[in-house]
């Protein structure tokens, strides 16, 4: 029995020993640097990369460099374009993988000699720079120039412009897609002069205007809308007869050439008896006129069934007297002869 407690207090040392030595071989053990330029040449003003990596443990501190136009070989400087943020790469346990990034430039040319990059390593009472192993540089070229062929403090004037020969080829595609589109719209036009005539009609009468709709077409809008305000219902008596008074002036204007606009009621009365209408239309109008005149200027206040009459007198006076289509007069002559 007291030798399985000793073998058990035994074992459980040699795991705490294990443990502590682990735990101080890792704190000791320092980061790992590395770092690569990518490409290793370039021509001026192309950029390039500097990638540094880092593979630390979870609890050590880590300042990476900044560079600040480090000077070249040729007199020339580098430029720091993209300071990119440190990444965290990997992980594995307590251990990480971390990646920096600098994308710079130059606009001189040279070698330019970077050396070993270095980050600043802190861990509990270490401060120290690290290394990378390997060194760093950048070839910076330039376009060469021909010195064979003359004087290169000479100044020479442009070559003149050189006029070259006609070529079929150069302008053959363009004409045959114009002659196919040319043979496309003739066929295009042609199949609508077949359908207009087919129709009555000509392919001039696509570019008339459109005719303006006839006077009885407008009245009778007219006076729907007027309908629809609802004027004489909100005391707006002198607006009402205003409106249907301006609706038959502006039909007489329209269906029977009267100036109906610039005249006064009696001489609309005279106008109108040189023009062949209904006897009950010719006195419904005359009544709504008078009407119209009493309210606008004497200041009258007709009733609603008054109101609704004289709507109703201007309604059926268009509709009366608007011009007969020629299916109408033949459905009237039917209906005479039966």
């Given amino acids: 029995m007291i030798s399985k407690v000793r073998h058990t207090i035994f074992l459980l040392a040699l795991v705490l020993l294990y443990g502590s030595v682990t735990t101080a071989s890792a704190q000791s053990r320092a980061p790992r640097v590395t770092a690569r330029i990518t490409p290793d040449s370039i021509m001026i003003g192309d950029r390039f990369t500097i990638t540094i ?71 509990k009472n270490i401060v120290d720079t690290l290394y990378a192993p390997d060194s760093l540089r950048i070839v910076v070229n330039t376009f060469q120039i021909d010195s064979l062929s003359g004087n290169l403090n000479e100044i020479r004037d442009l070559k003149p412009q050189k006029t070259l020969r006609f070529r079929f080829g150069e302008v053959s595609g363009y004409l ?92 609309i009365v005279d106008a109108i008896r040189d023009v062949e209408l209904p006897q009950k239309s010719a006195m419904d109008l005359i009544a709504v006129l008078r ?30 007297t608007k011009p007969v289509e020629e299916s109408d007069e033949q459905d009237k002559e039917k209906e005479a002869e039966v």
Wanted: charged share 25%; glycine share 6%.
């Fill in 176 to 267: 045959g897609y114009s002659f196919l589109a040319a043979i496309i719209i003739v066929l295009c036009v042609f199949a609508l002069i077949r359908y207009l005539a087919k129709r009555g009609r000509k392919i001039s009468d696509l570019f008339r205007p459109t005719p303006p709709p006839p006077p009885h077409i407008v009245a009778i809008e007219a006076l729907e809308a007027l309908l629809h305000q609802k004027l004489w219902q909100n005391n707006k008596h002198k607006q009402y007869y205003s409106a249907l008074s301006d609706i038959l002036r502006t039909y007489l204007d329209g269906r029977f050439d009267i100036g109906a606009m610039e005249m006064t009621t009696d001489e």
């Fill in 53 to 123: 990596e880092v593979e630390k443990d979870l609890v050590q501190s880590l300042a990476f460099p900044h560079f600040e136009r480090p000077e070249g070989e040729g007199g020339g400087s580098l430029e720091c374009i993209e300071d990119a943020p440190a990444d965290t790469v990997k992980r594995e346990g307590r251990s990480l993988l971390l990646r920096k990034r600098y994308v710079m430039t130059a606009f001189d040319e040279g070698i330019y000699s970077l050396g070993r990059p270095q980050v600043l390593y802190a861990d």
């Fill in 291 to 320: 009407d119209a005149d009493l309210v606008k200027f004497a200041k009258a206040m007709p009733e609603a069934a008054e109101n609704e009459a004289a709507y109703n007198k201007a309604y059926y006076f268009v509709e009366e």
